[in-house]
């Protein structure tokens, strides 16, 4: 470096030339004639040697620097402080709003006979110009500069996570280069250009260290923008890890938790321009949900405590629990079930018609759990979820138990009350030892599309699934008698195993008015609803999912009871439909008068398709009609709408009450409360546990309950398993792209 120099500087000779030294063994400054940067000159100007971007070390004695100097300068010798800085600003490239410099001159003296170099801070005119000025005869100074990033007074302080994150953020998405980091310590971290190569050094390169005098990070070294080039742009990023692209990601896991692995690489496409890979977006969706939602075995933990909090917030909210079992070394109790219940969907039960159904569902968690969800029916014929219940399994105990709830808690003596559910055997035995679902309090009704599925299930014929469909649902008897006899005709097996099935538990036609017009148990809405994306959640975000859209249904349904109030409308939307519907149904009807004092009648009907008539025989005292959609919808239908006008009777006084537009509103009317920060919630009594022997095992065919499968239940099943042995045979737990819901 000094050859080309060698007419004006004299390299430091280690070797001792330098004489005589003190033999006091005292600190003395070379004078004038012995010290190797300081020669006799006249110029006006002083040489500059600038050091920059690399790494000065000093073993006591000597002061070295790892890289050539990046510029020699000179600059009068009359420059201020500040000219000598911008001169430096400039000569680096570093923006000097954002970045403060550390210079330093080397200077050697000479220390117990021994040539000794040190560094002299250049901060202000007068150190400057302790080497500057033409008195003291220095002709060249070496320069040693350090970038320090200025931290503004209401800057945040910068941590360590903080500093790594924004330098990805930007060689992602501005410098879109990669880097690699050599060194990594709790104090300091250092990264370099990935792009440099033998021929080409980038001069790109920061390091950021602890100072714990200032409890922060610092950035004592920026290269400056990269002087790399890239060749061709790339599809992907070494730096795009989980960690960052989780971090990208919290916002809309918690927003959204049906957010899945399309949405991920979607999102990082759209932020950061590159692609990532299944794998890496499905290790980050899961990093991220568990960053906002927890693990499961944290948020089993936390679920007495949250529901304890829906409690302190929501006086009326009813958690039951059910442990299994008590861990003796840690006192924790081992989670059975638990059900909860919100009080204003307890209270808006008793606005709605006297009908619950309940079913189950899936949760796609770590651990073997089920879900039980009780639902009412509104006025304006959509899904009220009254109660929640988590078990480990479909059973007659953990059906008896949360059924015990329903009737404690929900139902409390009301009588009257019609139940829908699937087939299973567990649930079939505890409805009958629930006095409130058996005659004469109360009955209990199959859910069709549950029938149907079983049916098909067995037969696996869609004429025969459509023919039971049409059997279950047709309100006449003798229409669900004709559709049967085709069944027969068609496989007399498949007649048989629906004959043994109770008509008035299947069918609307024997139904005998309890079902109010419902078939099924409409669970899909009410789970779509709910629990929309929120299975595969840890169970206390599954908890607060259905209190926030519980919530959300409240404020919605509210709102909307508002605008029929504003409308001037005496129902529901749905009612007013059924009701104008069948008003313009019943304009081509005719009527015979029979009976004045009964109001009774009989109609006759045009068949659609003209091909000859119907008859129907209606009762207003009754409030019945042959055609059996009065007794079902509790509206009266088009024949008897006919009959009304002609004995000159008000129809729309024959609307059940469930439908009046108050009754609606009152369903709504009551509100939650928000529940308030974690740190308000209160300890809860005991600590519970996740039970390891319901965690879902690799083996496959393992999970059999005595459940009736329906055949949606056997194609999930046959997924699940074939999962399974994909992960057992690849000893991994990333699933298969489409597995996803
Ligand atoms: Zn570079
Ligand atoms: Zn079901
Ligand atoms: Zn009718």
């Known amino acids: 470096m000094a050859s080309s120099k060698a007419g004006r500087y004299q390299p430091l000779n280690k070797a001792g030339t330098y004489q005589p030294f003190n033999q006091a063994g005292t600190y003395q400054p070379f004078n004038q004639a012995e010290t190797c940067n300081k020669m006799a000159s006249s110029s006006s100007r002083i040489e500059i040697f600038l050091y920059f971007g690399g790494e000065l070390s000093s073993d006591g004695w000597s002061v070295t620097y790892d890289q050539t100097p990046i510029a020699a300068m000179r600059i009068p010798r009359s420059s201020s402080y500040d000219q000598f800085l911008s001169?430096?600003?400039?000569?680096?490239?570093?923006?000097?709003?954002?970045?403060?410099?550390?210079?330093?001159?080397?200077?050697?003296?000479?220390?117990?006979?021994?040539?000794?170099?040190?560094?002299?801070?250049?901060?202000?005119?007068?150190?400057?110009?302790?080497?500057?000025?033409?008195?003291?005869?220095?002709?060249?100074?070496?320069?040693?500069?350090?970038?320090?990033?200025?931290?503004?007074?209401?800057?945040?302080?910068?941590?360590?996570?903080?500093?790594?994150?924004?330098?990805?953020?930007?060689?992602?998405?501005?410098?879109?280069?990669?880097?690699?980091?050599?060194?990594?310590?709790?104090?300091?971290?250092?990264?370099?250009?990935?792009?440099?190569?033998?021929?080409?050094?980038?001069r790109w390169e920061l390091r950021g260290i602890y100072k714990p005098k200032m409890g922060r990070w610092t950035i004592t070294k920026y290269g400056g923008d990269h002087t790399c080039i890239l060749n061709q742009m790339s599809l992907e990023h070494g730096n795009l890890d989980r960690v960052y692209v989780a971090s990208l990601l919290l916002g809309h896991v918690k927003c959204n938790p049906s957010y899945g692995i399309k949405h991920v690489i979607q999102t990082v496409k759209d932020h950061t321009g590159y692609d990532i890979a299944y794998q890496k977006a499905w290790y980050s969706l899961k990093m991220a949900r568990e960053m906002v939602y927890g693990t499961w075995e944290s948020s089993v933990q936390k679920l007495p405590k949250y529901l304890g909090a829906l409690q302190k917030y929501n006086p009326g909210t009813i958690v039951e629990w059910q442990h299994k079992a008590r861990d003796t070394s840690t006192g924790a109790y081992v989670i059975g079930y638990v059900f909860w219940a919100f009080k204003p969907c307890i209270e808006g039960f008793q606005h709605c018609r006297n009908l619950i159904s309940v079913d189950e569902t899936h949760l796609y968690t770590k651990y073997k759990h089920k879900m039980l969800i009780a639902a009412a029916m509104d006025g304006n014929q959509q899904v009220l979820p009254l109660a929640f219940a988590v078990v480990d399994e479909e059973s007659l105990l953990s059906w008896k138990w949360f059924l015990r709830q329903l009737s404690r808690h929900i139902i409390r003596g009301r009588r009257g009350i019609c139940l829908i559910s699937d087939r299973h055997a567990g649930i079939t035995r505890a409805v009958r030892e629930c006095p409130d679902f058996v005659p004469p309090n109360g009955v209990h009704r199959y859910c069709l599309r549950h029938v149907?599925?079983?049916?098909?299930?067995?037969?696996k014929n869609v004429v025969l699934k459509d023919l039971c469909w049409r059997a279950g649902s047709e309100y006449q008897i003798r229409k669900f008698n004709r559709t049967m006899e085709e069944i027969k005709k068609q496989s007399l097996e498949a007649f048989q195993w629906l004959d043994r099935i109770d008509k008035e538990k299947w069918t609307a036609s024997h139904d005998g008015g309890w079902r109010c017009g419902i078939l099924t148990t409409n669970m899909s809405e009410c789970i779509n609803g709910v629990l929309k994306g929120a299975r595969r959640l840890p169970l206390t975000a599954i908890a607060e999912m259905t209190f926030q859209r519980s919530v959300h249904y409240f404020r919605e349904r509210l709102a909307r009871s508002t605008v029929m109030l504003t409308n001037n409308q005496l129902w529901t939307d749905f009612a007013y439909k059924m009701f104008t519907r069948w008003h313009q149904n019943s304009v081509e009807h005719t009527v015979t008068k029979f009976h004045q004092f009964q109001q009774s009648a009989s109609v006759v009907t045009r068949r659609h398709g003209g091909h000859g008539v119907n008859t129907h025989v209606v009762k207003i005292a009754n409030r019945e009609c042959s055609c059996g959609k009065w007794t079902q919808f509790g509206l009266p239908c088009s024949h008897a709408r006919k009959v009304c006008a002609a004995f000159m009777i008000n129809a729309a006084s024959m609307v059940k009450d469930y439908y009046d537009i108050m009754t609606y509103k009152n369903t709504y009317s009551k509100s939650f409360e928000p529940v308030h920060s974690e740190d308000y919630w209160d300890v809860p009594g005991f600590e519970l546990v996740h039970d390891p022997t319901i965690r879902i095992s690799s083996r496959p065919g393992r999970n059999q309950t005595i459940r009736i499968y329906n055949e949606m239940d056997w194609a999930q099943r046959r997924a699940r398993q074939q999962a399974q042995q994909r992960n057992s045979s690849t000893q991994s737990d990333v699933p298969v792209p489409g597995s996803q819901d």
Not at 145 to 152: P, R, S, Y
């Open 452 to 459: 149907c599925s079983n049916f098909n299930s067995k037969y």
């Open 87 to 202: 001169k430096i600003y400039k000569k680096i490239g570093v923006d000097s709003s954002r970045f403060s410099l550390n210079v330093s001159a080397k200077h050697s003296c000479q220390y117990l006979g021994r040539i000794k170099e040190t560094l002299i801070p250049i901060k202000d005119d007068d150190t400057l110009s302790f080497f500057t000025d033409p008195t003291t005869g220095f002709s060249l100074m070496e320069i040693f500069v350090e970038t320090v990033e200025i931290q503004h007074d209401d800057a945040p302080q910068i941590g360590r996570e903080a500093l790594i994150e924004a330098v990805k953020e930007r060689s992602l998405r501005y410098a879109r280069r990669e880097y690699w980091v050599p060194e990594s310590s709790k104090t300091k971290w250092k990264v370099l250009c990935r792009h440099t190569t033998e021929a080409m050094r980038c």
